[in-house]
Nanobody
Framework: VQLQASGGGSAQFGGSLRLSCAAS????????IGWFRQAPGKEREAVVC????????YYADSVKGRFTASRDNARKTVSLQMNSLKVEDTAVYYC?????????????????????WGQGTLVTVSS
């Protein structure tokens, strides 16, 4: 499974960005897709996960009410809509999956649960 994250860039405080995650070979609709981020000098953290049935699990309290995940099965992508961006949202964002077509998001988002990762896309938020 090869994933590719895109859509990163620069935004002002309070602005919005939309990230996309796609797989080159097949659709993501049967897979749970997690979004993670890694800020400079910090460990990678889980942000949100969307199951194959579109249930969303938030792992980072700081993004609740501002970020949401969705999927577009026709376009074979999963998106992360980020609104009301803060400077502390600055990070490289990754999408990942366990590649199993059960499509359930883990309660505890251990990195090792996710076997397949995209290359990351940089989001920079300025004040």
């Amino acid at each position: 499974v090869q994933l590719q994250a895109s859509g990163g860039g620069s935004a002002q405080f309070g602005g919005s960005l939309r990230l996309s995650c796609a797989a080159s070979e097949f659709s993501l609709d049967a897979l749970a897709i997690g979004w993670f981020r890694q800020a400079p000098g910090k460990e990678r953290e889980a942000v949100v996960c969307i199951s194959s049935s579109d249930l969303i699990t938030y792992y980072a309290d700081s993004v609740k009410g501002r970020f949401t995940a969705s999927r577009d099965n026709a376009r074979k992508t999963v998106s992360l809509q980020m609104n009301s961006l803060k400077v502390e949202d600055t990070a490289v964002y990754y999408c990942a999956t366990d590649g199993v077509d059960i499509g359930i998001c883990p309660t505890t988002p251990l990195l090792r649960y996710f076997d397949f990762w995209g290359q990351g896309t940089l989001v920079t938020v300025s004040s």
